[in-house]
């Protein structure tokens, strides 16, 4: 539940970043077809320290993203979906 964060800028909602950095190029980018396929948003890949992470930025998709995953996410971390 806590890798990843929320972008936010000037108190807007920009997005989210899903901290992948562990997983290669390549695995990152079969996470992002199949979240696409399975659960219908998009996702880009985001350099970051010279690894790779998603980043769900696009209003619909962060929607999605969001109403997947706040169920199970403990109360106090749910500042993280903004």
Do not use: W
């Not at 079969?30 to 998603?54: A, M, P, Q, T, W």
């Amino acid at each position: 539940m806590d890798d990843g964060n929320v972008i936010k800028r000037a108190g807007k909602l920009l997005g989210f970043h899903i901290n992948t950095q562990s997983f290669t190029e390549n695995e990152n980018k079969i996470l992002v077809n199949e979240l696409k396929k399975y659960y219908g948003f998009d996702s880009i890949l985001e350099k970051n320290h010279n690894k790779y992470r998603l980043c769900i930025s696009r209003e619909k998709s962060r929607v999605i993203f969001a109403d997947i995953v706040k169920p199970y996410i403990h109360e106090s971390l749910l500042y993280k979906l903004g």
